[in-house]
């Protein structure tokens, strides 16, 4: 019986995109055959880098890996996931606090469309790591060289002298 070939997507704001998240992305693409990161807007949140600047970000990040690929999108992830035709959705876990949140956003993406989500718990050291998190320590001027790659920190501290 032939190998089912497996795509799925990470989907998430990525406001910077932290060393959390590549955790999950490296753990992730060692389960699938195809990972994309999905890189969503939010109208909700005050967000500080452009869909574009985000997708620039994570791809100089990840270009080397193999299977991984890096888009935009907008509107609901359920419906960006069936018309990439992915198999899963994977999330990445820090707390209890995310899994009752991601519960149950897996048990409606699963009613209304029938894709299933896939969490991978993130590792101990990122566990308390937030985009939201990171732009504050930012603004303030704190050493974030743990927590984010360094061509981010550039960056984020950039955009923050802009305003």
Same mark, same amino acid.
């Given at each position: 019986?032939?190998?089912?070939?497996?795509?799925?997507?990470?989907?998430?704001?990525?406001?910077?995109?932290?060393?959390?998240?590549?955790?999950?992305?490296?753990?992730?693409?060692?389960?699938?055959?195809?990972?994309?990161?999905?890189?969503?807007? *939010?109208?909700?949140?005050?967000?500080?880098?452009?869909?574009? +600047?985000?997708?620039?970000?994570?791809?100089?990040?990840?270009?080397?890996?193999?299977?991984? *690929?890096?888009?935009?999108?907008?509107?609901?992830?359920?419906?960006?996931?069936?018309?990439?035709?992915?198999?899963?959705?994977?999330?990445?876990?820090?707390?209890?606090?995310?899994?009752?949140? +991601?519960? /149950?956003?897996?048990?409606?993406?699963?009613?209304?469309?029938?894709?299933?989500?896939?969490?991978?718990?993130? *590792?101990? /050291?990122?566990?308390?790591?937030?985009?939201?998190?990171?732009?504050?320590?930012?603004?303030?001027?704190?050493?974030?060289?743990?927590?984010?790659?360094?061509?981010? /920190?550039?960056?984020?501290?950039?955009?923050?002298?802009?305003?």
């Amino acid at each position: 019986m032939a190998k089912k070939f497996v795509r799925a997507i990470f989907p998430g704001s990525f406001d910077p995109i932290t060393n959390g998240h590549l955790d999950v992305i490296h753990r992730g693409m060692k389960l699938f055959d195809e990972l994309v990161v999905a890189v969503g807007r *939010s109208p909700i949140k005050n967000q500080l880098f452009t869909p574009e +600047e985000r997708v620039e970000m994570i791809e100089e990040l990840v270009h080397d890996l193999p299977g991984v *690929s890096v888009e935009a999108f907008e509107g609901l992830t359920v419906e960006y996931a069936a018309g990439r035709k992915a198999d899963v959705i994977l999330r990445g876990l820090r707390s209890l606090t995310d899994v009752q949140y +991601e519960f /149950q956003l897996a048990m409606t993406n699963r009613a209304v469309t029938g894709i299933e989500t896939i969490f991978i718990m993130t *590792s101990e /050291q990122y566990g308390f790591t937030s985009s939201t998190l990171i732009r504050e320590i930012a603004s303030l001027g704190g050493d974030l060289s743990n927590l984010i790659p360094k061509s981010v /920190q550039e960056r984020l501290k950039q955009r923050l002298n802009e305003k």
